[in-house]
């Protein structure tokens, strides 16, 4: 999507000056003070990694994916790549740590990654508050992780990633704590499903071949998704495509006919029923309205 900016690690490194190194590109964590012009602009652009940020204080609003959210103070905010943002307001007070998957140089990190329920968006908010007593350990393993990205020790990067293993497991156990029970093997299964529409979507529709990589039936399948989050396979395929194409539709200057044919639409008049039927408006009418909200400060 070239009319959307995308924000890698080498973009924030530039306008941080933090000084990339070669061995370990994969990691970065900056203050708030210190936060990218173009996430404080107002405009939007697509991520590129996974990220936590930690908001201690502050009065910003974060629009992702067409969902606006006021992070409270003493917050977390979990991130995952190709989500187009835009920031607005102030984020004085916080800081933010953004890693690729390969960072993690454990056996299988990707699966791993992608397996922890702060990053699905079928079972959790993007947004996690701390409580009084949680709030000193998190704050005291980033302090830790900015001491050690600052460093020059040996070792660093081996301790940068323990540390950031560390959170992640706290911050997911937390979110199990909030669920008040343990992530079960059917949610394990919704988890792997959702990496797999999200890397098959515009190309693989079919409940059938998502219910045989996970190696169970279609109607099992639909079965445990209906049961955790009370949608149908085909639901939530339909709504990572809609998503995709609201982003088309709104951040860039290809047609209707474009965007239908590069999503794999061949009929444009098929394109506009199933775009309506799901979000109750043309992909015309729907372009028209969000441009006038969320690029008004352009």
Same mark, same amino acid.
């Given at each position: 999507?070239?009319?959307?900016?995308? /924000?890698?690690?080498?973009?924030?490194?530039?306008?941080? +000056?933090?000084?990339?190194?070669?061995?370990?590109? +994969?990691?970065?964590?900056?203050?708030? @003070?210190?936060?990218?012009?173009? $996430?404080?602009?107002?405009?939007?652009?697509?991520?590129?990694?996974?990220?936590?940020?930690? %908001?201690?204080?502050?009065?910003?609003?974060?629009?992702?994916? %067409?969902?606006?959210?006021?992070?409270?103070?003493?917050?977390? =905010?979990?991130?995952?790549?190709?989500? #187009?943002?835009?920031?607005?307001?102030?984020?004085?007070?916080?800081?933010?740590?953004?890693?690729?998957?390969?960072?993690?140089?454990?056996?299988?990190?990707?699966?791993?990654?992608?397996?922890?329920?702060?990053?699905?968006?079928?079972?959790?908010?993007?947004?996690?508050?701390?409580?009084?007593?949680?709030?000193?350990?998190?704050?005291? *393993?980033?302090?830790? $992780?900015?001491?050690?990205?600052?460093?020059?020790?040996? /070792?660093? =990067?081996?301790?940068?990633?323990?540390?950031?293993? *560390?959170?992640?497991?706290?911050?997911?156990?937390?979110?199990?704590?909030?669920?008040?029970?343990?992530?079960?093997? @059917?949610?394990?299964?919704?988890?792997? /499903?959702?990496?797999?529409?999200?890397?098959?979507?515009?190309?693989?529709?079919? #409940?059938?071949? =998502?219910?045989?990589?996970? =190696? $169970?039936?279609?109607?099992?399948?639909?079965?445990?998704?209906?049961?955790?989050?009370?949608?149908?396979?085909?639901?939530?395929?339909?709504?990572?495509?809609?998503?995709?194409?609201?982003?088309? /539709?709104?951040?860039?200057? $290809?047609?209707?006919?474009?965007?239908?044919?590069?999503?794999?639409?061949?009929?444009?008049?098929? %394109?506009?029923?199933?775009?309506?039927?799901?979000?109750?408006?043309?992909?015309?009418?729907?372009?028209?309205?969000?441009? @006038?909200?969320?690029?008004?400060?352009?």
């Amino acid at each position: 999507m070239e009319h959307i900016p995308q /924000l890698g690690l080498s973009d924030l490194r530039r306008e941080t +000056g933090i000084k990339e190194n070669k061995n370990h590109p +994969g990691f970065l964590i900056f203050k708030a @003070e210190n936060i990218s012009d173009l $996430m404080k602009s107002g405009n939007p652009f697509r991520n590129m990694n996974y990220g936590l940020s930690f %908001f201690i204080e502050g009065d910003g609003e974060l629009n992702v994916d %067409f969902n606006t959210y006021v992070p409270t103070a003493n917050s977390v =905010y979990f991130c995952s790549p190709g989500q #187009v943002f835009a920031a607005k307001g102030n984020f004085n007070n916080g800081f933010g740590v953004l890693f690729q998957k390969d960072f993690l140089l454990k056996p299988a990190a990707q699966q791993w990654v992608q397996s922890l329920p702060i990053f699905s968006r079928f079972l959790s908010s993007p947004l996690l508050e701390l409580t009084e007593a949680e709030k000193p350990m998190f704050h005291s *393993l980033i302090e830790e $992780m900015e001491k050690e990205y600052h460093s020059e020790t040996i /070792l660093k =990067y081996d301790a940068l990633e323990a540390l950031l293993t *560390l959170m992640l497991v706290k911050l997911s156990r937390l979110y199990e704590k909030t669920k008040g029970e343990k992530i079960s093997a @059917e949610e394990q299964h919704i988890i792997t /499903l959702e990496s797999l529409i999200n890397k098959q979507y515009k190309s693989n529709r079919s #409940v059938v071949e =998502y219910a045989s990589q996970l =190696y $169970m039936t279609p109607q099992n399948l639909n079965r445990i998704t209906k049961k955790a989050i009370g949608k149908s396979v085909s639901e939530l395929i339909n709504e990572k495509l809609i998503i995709e194409i609201k982003r088309y /539709l709104v951040y860039t200057d $290809m047609s209707s006919e474009e965007i239908a044919h590069f999503f794999n639409f061949y009929d444009n008049s098929y %394109f506009t029923k199933t775009f309506k039927k799901a979000v109750g408006e043309t992909p015309k009418a729907f372009r028209k309205k969000q441009k @006038e909200i969320h690029l008004s400060t352009i």
